[in-house]
Nanobody, 125 residues
């Protein structure tokens, strides 16, 4: 069955960096869009970034372009999110998610068919 397992979260100081990873199994990696989505208490869910795993085309939310970089390694079935210049507002649980098809469906949660369990990121001094 499909599994998405995130790792790499933790506590980091403001201005610091973290690299999140997502190990994907149970489906053919390289056909769908994959997403990083975050949830913070008291805040709306935010789409952070997406990548077409076949072409490498990327997409970012306005708050993240220039600070975060999404990438994938199709040989390892891995998805990554490199986060830099982190601020307290970036504190959240970050989820890896698989898009239902080969189209970018930004913000359309109904088009996500699998989620990871999430990895928490805390930005604090």
């Amino acid at each position: 069955q499909v599994q998405l397992v995130e790792s790499g979260g933790g506590v980091v100081q403001p201005g610091g960096s973290l690299r999140l990873s997502c190990a994907a199994t149970g489906f053919t990696f390289g056909r769908n869009w994959m997403y990083w989505i975050r949830r913070a208490p008291g805040k709306r869910q935010e789409y952070v970034s997406a990548i077409n795993t076949r072409t490498g085309t990327t997409y970012y939310g306005d708050s993240f372009s220039g600070r975060f970089t999404i990438s994938r390694d199709n040989t390892k079935n891995m998805l990554y999110l490199q986060m830099t210049s982190l601020a307290s507002e970036d504190t959240a649980t970050y989820f890896c998610a698989k898009g239902r098809d080969a189209y970018l469906n930004w913000g359309r949660e109904a088009e996500i068919d699998y989620w990871g369990q999430g990895t928490p990121v805390t930005v604090s001094s």
